[in-house]
């Protein structure tokens, strides 16, 4: 983080009142079931950042994706070139605080043939459901975001955000009607999530609205 606490000093001694940086690392992987069969992992990486200056009580922002250098000093200089500059202005940096939160199960050790299984079987509980069900939709998702704060008070903070999804559909069908309904859980945790989760609770509640 040596470069972003750079790039927050750069930003206070060219005149801001106050500096903030929210640096946001995001890695994201999605497994997705459909017609009894696990079609797609996707994977998905972003990085961004987001810079708050105050100035005589107004607040100056920008938005970057994939930051570097070039975009971040194109930012700084557009939003405080309006601002008499103060060259002379030191910060001192605190020692990082760091939070760390993977869960009880962490994604990393749960293998991908478990959540291929989980899926599968989860797929078969809602197609013995009933007799109607003639298609059905899951997916799980993992994120997993490290979030950094920075500020020109010395601010130094990270923390990790894992978010763990589980989404299922089923489609019942009688002649020409269709009708689906879903389950959808989310929450800031490990893969205990599908532990402590009633699924033959929760998929009787959506095959029998959705026969109904």
Same mark, same amino acid.
């Given at each position: 983080?040596?470069?972003?606490?750079?790039?927050?000093?750069?930003?206070?001694?060219?005149?801001?009142?106050?500096?903030?940086?929210?640096?946001?690392?995001?890695?994201?992987?999605?497994?997705?079931?459909?017609?009894?069969?696990?079609?797609?992992?996707?994977?998905?990486?972003?990085?961004?950042?987001?810079?708050?200056?105050?100035?005589?009580?107004?607040?100056?922002?920008?938005? /970057?994706? $994939?930051?570097?250098?070039?975009?971040?000093? @194109?930012?700084?200089?557009? *939003? #405080?070139?309006? &601002?008499?500059?103060?060259?002379?202005?030191?910060?001192?940096?605190?020692?990082?605080?760091?939070?760390?939160?993977?869960?009880?199960?962490?994604?990393?050790?749960?293998?991908?043939?478990?959540?291929?299984?989980?899926?599968?079987?989860?797929?078969?509980?809602?197609?013995?459901?009933?007799?109607?069900?003639?298609?059905?939709?899951?997916?799980?998702?993992?994120?997993?975001?490290?979030?950094? /704060?920075? $500020?020109?008070?010395?601010?130094?903070?990270? @923390?990790?955000?894992?978010? *763990? #999804?589980?989404? &299922?559909?089923?489609?019942?069908?009688?002649?020409?009607?269709?009708?689906?309904?879903?389950?959808?859980?989310?929450?800031?945790?490990?893969?205990?999530?599908?532990?402590?989760?009633?699924?033959?609770?929760?998929?009787?509640?959506?095959?029998?609205?959705?026969?109904?």
């Amino acid at each position: 983080m040596e470069q972003e606490k750079k790039w927050v000093e750069t930003a206070y001694r060219l005149g801001a009142d106050f500096v903030e940086f929210y640096l946001e690392k995001s890695n994201t992987e999605k497994y997705c079931l459909k017609n009894k069969k696990l079609e797609s992992i996707d994977s998905e990486k972003t990085d961004g950042l987001g810079i708050r200056l105050l100035k005589d009580g107004q607040i100056y922002y920008a938005a /970057i994706t $994939n930051p570097n250098e070039n975009k971040v000093m @194109e930012a700084i200089n557009r *939003l #405080s070139q309006t &601002f008499a500059k103060k060259l002379e202005r030191e910060i001192t940096w605190e020692e990082e605080h760091y939070v760390e939160a993977k869960g009880k199960i962490p994604f990393e050790e749960v293998e991908d043939a478990s959540k291929r299984e989980y899926l599968k079987t989860l797929d078969a509980k809602i197609r013995r459901a009933s007799s109607y069900i003639f298609q059905v939709q899951a997916s799980i998702k993992e994120e997993c975001k490290v979030v950094t /704060i920075l $500020n020109s008070d010395g601010l130094f903070r990270t @923390e990790e955000r894992p978010m *763990l #999804s589980l989404v &299922f559909r089923s489609f019942a069908k009688k002649e020409d009607t269709i009708v689906s309904d879903y389950f959808s859980l989310s929450k800031a945790i490990g893969y205990e999530m599908l532990e402590e989760l009633d699924l033959d609770q929760a998929v009787e509640k959506i095959v029998d609205r959705a026969v109904a």
